[in-house]
RNA sequence: GGAGAGAUGGCCGAGUGGUUGAAGGCGCACGCUUGGAAAGCGUGUAUGCGGGCAACUGUAUCGCAGGUUCGAAUCCUGUUCUCUCCGCCA
């Protein structure tokens, strides 16, 4: 969430920077509220604060009728100020929440269709076979199995398929430890409250891309980001500590209800895939650098791994509640002659934080709410579909990217 | 899953109805001391919201939600989590 002076005092930002977003919300309804909550507090203060004199009063001396029955009137207020007060806080938490994060100056604004190219590499090339055929041909993928034993869009990897996934991802591992990232697995359940304050949807909203655990207050993750995001919840951490930066492994699970069709076959888009993810705790004033550097880290790895991409500034419509500023890596396909989402990367500043009350003590004694970066190292089912498509053989062969051989025992090809 | 114990400030840890926002300790900050440091001594040191230029001030907060009471960290109910023991088990 944002922080109510904020609001308070740039109100026709907020709601621009919403409908920007494509948020319905009304700012105006948000203060109004507001300014009703603080007046009836300012009440309740006052009556408390009456009988707190009156308590202390009767505290020390003898019983007195008189004072006893000042202060049963003072209850009797209370009691009906009190639970108008807690309705006014409860629609007030609620417009809050729905308030997105605030956007950087330099986002694109607009819809999808307006993100903005900032970088490319490597070359446009055409022609590959579809990833699916390729490796169903080399029986390295069985989808129709894993609609047996789940649902459609899960699968079996197999054979060589099975263990280029462990190569890619051993390979990026090892290239954010180099970096600095600390390892680490995670739950791969989060509760409902680190979901929404990482900013996911809540199980009332039936669009929702989550899986929830049946008489559990429980989701299974979309991605490594909602339990990173809640490793620190409710701590303050020291200055010195930050940038903390962790990497997690984990599976990724989601309904994509609806995402059928030619641009999503096959391993591009399924309900489950395993993903490495970096997540950074920053100072306020880090976030922006620590942006470019897991931006930086994303493209070095795809550099490594030899696949072409360009970078693109995405567009306010696209960015989600959550993020300031989203960088996406699309790797280029030969099949469909376009660029496809392989990565992204977002500043979500103190927008998690907020919610998740995760806050830093500065040298000052200040403590303020730190900011959180995510950004993927390796989505491992998209990244197998981009090195099928650019190591590919005619004969059906795949030669494999000079730098993940030694995770393959040496082998140029499987 | 069953039984028991617990949850207090950045950390540890007192506190069973009334100046307790909370003893004491640790940590931290500043000062004194010192050639310098350590030790020692002194002072200070929670957060949210509101008011105030500010000094400061009102209120809330002792896992969470209710209840009893003029008044709750303290009593009652529910709930979550942690620990111990038992059961089950990769």
């Not at 970078?311 to 099949?335: C, H, Q, R």
């Amino acid at each position: 969430m944002l922080d109510i002076r904020f609001i308070r005092e740039n109100p026709e930002l907020v709601q621009e920077n919403a409908k920007n977003k494509g948020y319905d919300v009304s700012i105006a309804q948000l203060l109004e509220i507001d300014d009703k909550k603080k007046s009836l507090q300012q009440q309740a203060d006052e009556l408390r604060e009456k009988r707190n004199t009156i308590s202390s009063q009767l505290k020390g001396g003898k019983p007195s009728d008189e004072l006893i029955r000042e202060a049963k009137i003072l209850k009797d207020e209370l009691s009906t100020v009190e639970p108008k007060l807690k309705e006014l806080e409860d629609q007030y938490g609620g417009l809050m929440a729905q308030i997105p994060n605030m956007m950087q100056s330099d986002v694109p604004l607009g819809g999808e269709e307006d993100s903005v190219e900032i970088k490319k590499w490597g070359e446009q090339n055409n022609g590959a076979i579809d990833h699916l055929d390729f490796a169903i041909a080399r029986d390295w993928a069985d989808f129709e199995r894993g609609a047996k034993v789940a649902s459609s869009k899960f699968y079996f990897l197999k054979g060589d398929l099975a263990l280029l996934e462990n190569a890619i991802t051993q390979f990026a591992l090892d290239f954010v430890i180099k970096k600095g990232f600390t390892y680490m697995t995670l739950p791969h359940m989060v509760s409902s409250r680190i979901a929404q304050g990482a900013g996911f949807s809540p199980r009332s909203d039936i669009e929702s891309n989550e899986y929830f655990i049946d008489g559990e207050d429980l989701a299974l993750i979309g991605t490594a980001e909602a339990p990173l995001t809640g490793y620190h919840a409710d701590e303050i951490l020291d200055e010195e500590q930050l940038p903390l930066l962790y990497a997690g492994y984990s599976p990724s699970y989601r309904k994509e209800a609806g995402t059928y069709g030619k641009f999503n076959r096959g391993l591009f888009r399924v309900h489950q895939f395993n993903k490495l993810e970096m997540y950074i705790f920053s100072l306020p004033e880090q976030s922006i650098e620590m942006h470019e550097k897991i931006l930086a880290i994303e493209e070095e790895i795809w550099q490594a791994i030899g696949i072409p991409y360009h970078v693109i500034n995405i567009a306010a419509g696209d960015l989600g509640a959550p993020a300031s500023k989203k960088y996406d890596i699309e790797y280029w396909s030969p099949v469909d002659s376009k660029y496809r989402e392989l990565t992204s990367t977002s500043n979500c500043t103190d927008f998690q934080s907020r919610n998740l009350n995760i806050r830093v003590r500065r040298s000052s004694g200040a403590i303020e709410p730190v900011h959180t970066l995510n950004g993927t190292a390796v989505s491992l089912a998209r990244s197998l579909v981009a090195v099928i498509e650019h190591y590919q053989n005619s004969d059906g062969t795949l030669r494999v990217p000079e730098v993940l051989k030694q995770y393959l025992g040496g082998r140029d090809t499987l």
